[in-house]
Every structure is written in structure tokens, then in C-alpha cells.
């Protein structure tokens, strides 16, 4: 059996210049038939490019390359979980970016 998420999809969002390697989010997967500790996460080499995820621990974080929001102010991607049996399972996720809050002095 393939690994399965235990969400379809995660949602997460990252204030406008967050620095690289914060977390954004924790994905998880079970598998009947192997392990926990067996299950690695993974993205495309795109995805990539902006997030980086925890192999072992599935911790979802900003990546080297931050996004502009206002030409990417949401990001749709896919995180995939695979056992030793190269069974692999799939689950989006959604990552919101916003502006800083402004903060107005009376």
C-alpha cells in the first residue's frame, strides 16, 4: 500500500520577506503496511526552488528564492510521501503570502 496524508490538502501562509528555513507547516503520512519512520517526503525540483521539506519530519520551509506577492501571492504545489517499497502518496498544498501589517503611530 502507498503511504497516505492524513489531510488531502495544507494550508499554510508566509509573511512577505519571512527568511529562508522558517516553518511553514508539518505534513504527515501513515502507512499500513511499513513503518512511520520509513515514509520520506519530498517535492518536485520546481517547488523546490522556494520551499524546502524535512525528508524525515515532513517540516514544509521557505526556501533561498522568496516569492513576490503580488505577482505570486498564492502558491498551489503537491508534497509526496513514498515508503522503502517506492509506493508513493500525494497531498496539495496551498501557501498564502502576505504583506507585513503596517503599524500606525497615534
Not at 11 to 28: F, H, Q, R, Y
Not at 64 to 88: C, G, H, N
Request: charged residues 25%; aromatic residues 8%.
Amino acid at each position: 500500500n502507498a503511504p497516505v496524508f492524513t489531510q488531502l490538502r495544507y494550508d499554510g501562509s508566509v509573511v512577505e520577506g519571512t527568511p529562508a528555513n522558517k516553518i511553514i507547516l508539518t505534513v504527515s503520512a501513515t502507512d499500513v503496511d511499513s513503518p512511520s519512520e520509513s515514509i520520506s517526503y519530498s517535492l518536485d525540483q520546481l517547488d523546490e526552488m522556494y520551499f524546502t521539506i524535512g525528508s524525515k519530519t515532513g517540516e514544509l520551509r521557505t526556501g533561498q528564492i522568496l516569492l513576490d506577492r503580488e505577482k505570486t501571492p498564492v502558491l498551489y504545489f503537491d508534497v509526496k510521501a513514498s515508503d522503502e517499497k517506492k509506493m508513493t502518496g500525494v497531498a496539495g498544498i496551498k501557501v498564502g503570502y502576505h504583506g507585513r501589517a503596517s503599524i500606525r503611530l497615534f
